[in-house]
């Protein structure tokens, strides 16, 4: 058995209960194992090992007050793993899934994700299985609040800097930013997503989306293909997925599907800007079910993923494992050409094989959606100056940012006529960071 087999079987048996962890490790090791055993630099100093356990994980209660007066509690966690490059950065979830395993995974993403955008960011992830559906404004307020009481004893503007993620858009971050304030008397950019009057970046709530479609642009046209008229199925109808949307209608293509945890909608006339934005009100103003634009469109809603529906392009942009080894056999039937994951992890290991064997262009997260964090990073560095860049400044920025990180992917993904993105995007990311704890010796 090869020894990066041995390495995964030592991490399997210690972690064995965290499954998405491990899958993220998995499809880690696959690419960066085989890189590190045959490299002089890297194979001598148990770095593998180091990068795959969080420097620190933080768990705790936390306690709220529903509108009834009722005693509620949740748990609160914040996985700083690795801190090589710069601050811990990356989002806070809150859903009823969240456990330790899913932040693991999400951070552990985070950190290769973070160094290839070329910014001082190191990785982390937290949140809580605290579930905002259904609660009032002023309920949600009260649990950010006492999240927050317990968090600010952990993060800083230099040390850990969460932004949002599922459940955790503007309306989270200004209360937990109001209440960070309140408790350190310090006005300072310890979180990422505020609202443009007081702090925040143009085009970060656009970020993860229209990131997303310029790194499937670029690949694209490296494969002398056009977006144009290509038909899209998008699944999820959040932040992530709306402005995907957004940016690919501009880009001449035709979206026809958007979902939710409920289910899809199908509308083979395509989503256009109109349509979008009652989407847009929907899902952030009035918190509603996607199956009611099929109801505003007159087109169908079904039950499950969009995976069956004929198209081009699919762009999974909801949650982890949402895409299987059955849809990508059903995607690759239908001549699907293009996968850009969206949301973190969407795609299971065996469906990212399917792909890899049928040399599918296939743009994993850690690559495809690092806009959301590379704005972050640029709002950030807006912070420390004290200034506002105009929107077509930071646009052009994170424009030029997927670029560079596609860029990275070919360098180290390229084998003959194939670019193995995940490969590329792996090893990519491991050298910045493992050069970075290299030199800051054993710590
Ligand atoms: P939102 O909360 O805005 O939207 C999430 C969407 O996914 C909703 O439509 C939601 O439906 C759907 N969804 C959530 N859980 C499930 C599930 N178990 N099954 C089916 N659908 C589900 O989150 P974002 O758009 O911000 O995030 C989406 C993904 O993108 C996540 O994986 C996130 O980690 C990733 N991501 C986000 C970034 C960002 O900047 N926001 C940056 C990089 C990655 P419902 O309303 O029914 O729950």
Request: hydrophobic share 40%; glycine share 10%; with cysteine.
């Amino acid at each position: 058995m090869s020894s990066s087999k041995n390495f995964l079987i030592k991490v399997q048996n210690k972690h064995s209960h965290e499954s998405e962890f491990l899958q993220a490790v998995e499809e880690f090791l696959d690419s960066v194992a085989p890189f590190v055993l045959v490299s002089d630099k890297y194979k001598s100093r148990n770095l593998l090992e180091k990068i795959v356990e969080p420097e620190r994980v933080i768990i705790f209660r936390v306690p709220w007050l529903d509108d009834n007066g009722d005693e509620k509690i949740n748990i609160g966690y914040r996985v700083q793993f690795n801190s090589a490059i710069g601050p811990y950065k990356g989002g806070l979830r809150f859903h009823p899934s969240v456990n330790l395993s899913i932040l693991k995974f999400l951070g552990f993403e985070q950190i290769f994700k973070n160094a290839l955008t070329g910014l001082p960011m190191g990785g982390g992830k937290g949140g809580s299985d605290f579930d905002p559906k259904g609660k009032s404004d002023n309920e949600v307020m009260r649990f950010c609040q006492s999240f927050m009481l317990e968090l600010s004893k952990h993060i800083g503007s230099n040390t850990d800097v969460p932004a949002g993620d599922i459940g955790v858009g503007a309306r989270e971050i200004g209360y937990m930013f109001g209440q960070y304030k309140r408790i350190k008397n310090n006005f300072t950019g310890v979180l990422t997503g505020k609202s443009f009057n007081w702090g925040g970046s143009l085009i970060r709530p656009e970020a993860t989306g229209y990131g997303l479609v310029y790194f499937l642009n670029e690949m694209l046209s490296f494969h002398d293909i056009s977006m144009k008229n290509k038909k899209i199925a998008i699944s999820g109808s959040g932040n992530v997925a709306q402005f995907a949307c957004q940016k690919a209608i501009e880009l001449g293509a035709k979206v026809v599907s958007l979902s939710d945890s409920s289910g899809y909608i199908y509308d083979p006339l395509g989503i256009d800007d109109a349509k979008l934005k009652y989407v847009i009100d929907l899902k952030t103003i009035r918190r509603g079910r996607i199956s009611e634009y099929a109801d505003q469109f007159n087109c169908e809603f079904f039950e499950g993923t969009p995976w069956g529906l004929d198209c081009d392009i699919a762009l999974p942009c909801a949650t982890q494992n949402e895409l299987n080894e059955h849809d990508a056999k059903k995607l690759i039937q239908n001549n699907c050409i293009a996968i850009a994951e969206g949301a973190n992890m969407p795609c299971t290991n065996e469906a990212i094989s399917i792909f890899n064997s049928n040399k599918i262009l296939f743009a994993p997260g850690k690559a495809s959606n690092a806009g959301g964090v590379a704005v972050s990073g640029l709002e950030m560095s807006q912070n420390s100056l004290r200034m506002n860049w105009s929107k077509e400044e930071v646009d052009t920025k994170l424009s030029n940012i997927m670029k560079n990180i596609h860029r990275l992917c070919v360098e180290h993904g390229k084998s003959n006529d194939y670019v193995d993105y995940v490969k590329g995007a792996n090893i990519a990311g491991f050298i910045k960071v493992a050069d970075a704890m290299i030199d800051q010796g054993a710590v």
